[in-house]
């Protein structure tokens, strides 16, 4: 080979090479959502499943949007045994969500306890009151806050200033009731380590121990508190407004799909401001 091929060959390797570069630095590329374009047209970006599918029109397709929820925590859920018809705050808005997706709404019952595994094997959102945890946002994405309250007490009217206070609760011969599975076992655990804690199976017939005198006090939410006050004479509130602690209220949406979560937050942000929510609050708290 003389010179001047082998320079001509030199030239067109280097053009090669050139190409190949350029087109692995496009293939990375960031879009301007953030993803590449390899992500762009349909691979995964980690926020969907793996073919870039979102829950969102999982359920478009399947015409149900399948809902988790305890039917045993009123205002938010509740399932009647003898009629079997769900009602509460948040059953109203997950029927008007559906609604608004245009599919039907399927209501699986589950425990406070259970809430999680049952989640995630059977449901595409979880309602009812749910709080908002770190250890719950391990396995699963919560949307925008619905609300924000904490834990405070429910005791009988004429116990109020007896348990105002975590030191006045947390005593040897009180006795601290609360529902299994839940938020309100933890913070119970946690603070009434010197108290008796009676672990309850029943939320729905709970504060009825605290009436009949087989427990003193419950701690549970504010927005709980304030419904049952309202609902069962003789137990009242106690400073509902200043809660214990802070704590928020939300819907629970599979972990990784920001495309549903994002459309359920948006639906959440209609709702609010076109008399929605408050439509479906009414019933509950006037």
Known sequence: MNSTRLVAAIFAASLLSLAGCTQAQEAETPTASGASS?????????????????????????????????????????????????????????????????????????????????????????????????????????????????????????????????????????KAITPLGGTNEVFADENYPKAEIIRFKDNNTIFDEILQGRADVMTTDASETKWVAHEKKGLCAVHPDKPFNFSQKAFMVPRGDVVFQEYVNQWLNFAKHDGTYAAAEKPWFG
């Not at 999982?58 to 009123?74: I, P």
């Not at 749910?130 to 904490?150: H, K, N, Y």
């Open 38 to 174: 390899a992500d762009a047209k349909g691979g995964s970006t980690g926020s969907t499943g793996p073919d870039g599918a979102s829950r969102l029109d999982a359920v478009k397709e399947s015409g149900k949007l399948k809902v988790c929820t305890t039917g045993d925590y009123r205002p938010f859920t509740y399932l009647d045994p003898k009629s079997e018809a769900w009602s509460g705050i948040d059953i109203d808005l997950a029927k008007d969500l559906a609604e608004r997706l245009d599919v039907e709404p399927e209501f699986i019952q589950t425990s406070w306890s259970e809430l999680m595994p049952d989640f995630l094997e059977n449901c595409d959102i979880a309602v009812g009151g749910v709080s908002i945890s770190t250890e719950r946002a391990e396995q699963a994405f919560f949307t925008d806050a619905t609300l924000t309250e904490g834990k405070t007490p429910i005791t009988r009217c004429e116990d109020v200033s007896k348990y105002d206070t975590i030191e006045e609760i947390n005593r040897p011969g009180v």
